[in-house]
């Protein structure tokens, strides 16, 4: 699954409690708290067809036919796959545009730990070489070989079909 699945007509995708850019250029929280602990609170809102999803499960209004769920699976499991490279990277381009505040901003929302994994793995293996059809966990085994390598190591993972676990025994033989 490389790509989402194109929304049809009528699904919805939108978001209630992102911050926005205020005229600073750094972000305004809706209401009048501009603190971080709002950010614990937003709740997006998706809806695809008969199916919202909400931050912790998924409502199904009426009984809707067999091949109407595929799309909205379909868009759950790539927003699974694609969400570490979201996280990682808008952590990268917020540190770079807003330094240590940016840092500050995120506090709370998940482990400190976790929030740097997401970083470090979107720093060390650019664009260019991730691979839709691998896993997070595949890149993370391949990020702190050279770039060439990288790519060459996931090209083949993506070809023979191996595991992340595969993955990263190869990747400490070419260490070492």
């Known amino acids: ?30 209401g009048n708290c501009e603190s971080r602990t709002n950010l614990t609170k937003m709740e997006p809102k ?23 769920w595929v799309g909205p699976l379909q868009f ?19 540190d770079a545009q807003f330094g240590e505040d940016f840092s500050h901003a995120c506090e709370g929302l998940i482990s400190g730990d976790q929030l740097q994994r997401y970083e470090s793995i979107a720093r060390r293996v650019p664009p260019k070489n991730r691979r839709a059809a691998l896993s997070w966990s595949a890149h993370a085994a391949v990020a702190r070989l050279p770039h060439d390598q990288q790519l060459k190591m996931l090209r083949e993972a993506e070809q023979r079909g191996w595991s992340s676990e595969v993955l990263r025994q190869k990747a400490r033989e070419l260490k070492f």
């Open 1 to 30: 699954m490389a790509t989402p699945p194109n929304p049809a007509a009528g699904n919805t995708i939108f978001n209630s409690g992102l911050p926005t850019p205020g005229k600073s250029g750094r972000p305004r929280y809706p």
């Open 46 to 68: 998706i809806s695809l067809g008969s199916f919202q999803f909400l931050p912790s499960s998924v409502k199904v209004s009426g009984r809707p036919e067999i091949e109407e």
């Open 76 to 94: 759950a499991l790539w927003c699974q796959r694609a969400s570490p490279w979201w996280i990682g990277d808008m952590l990268l381009a917020g």
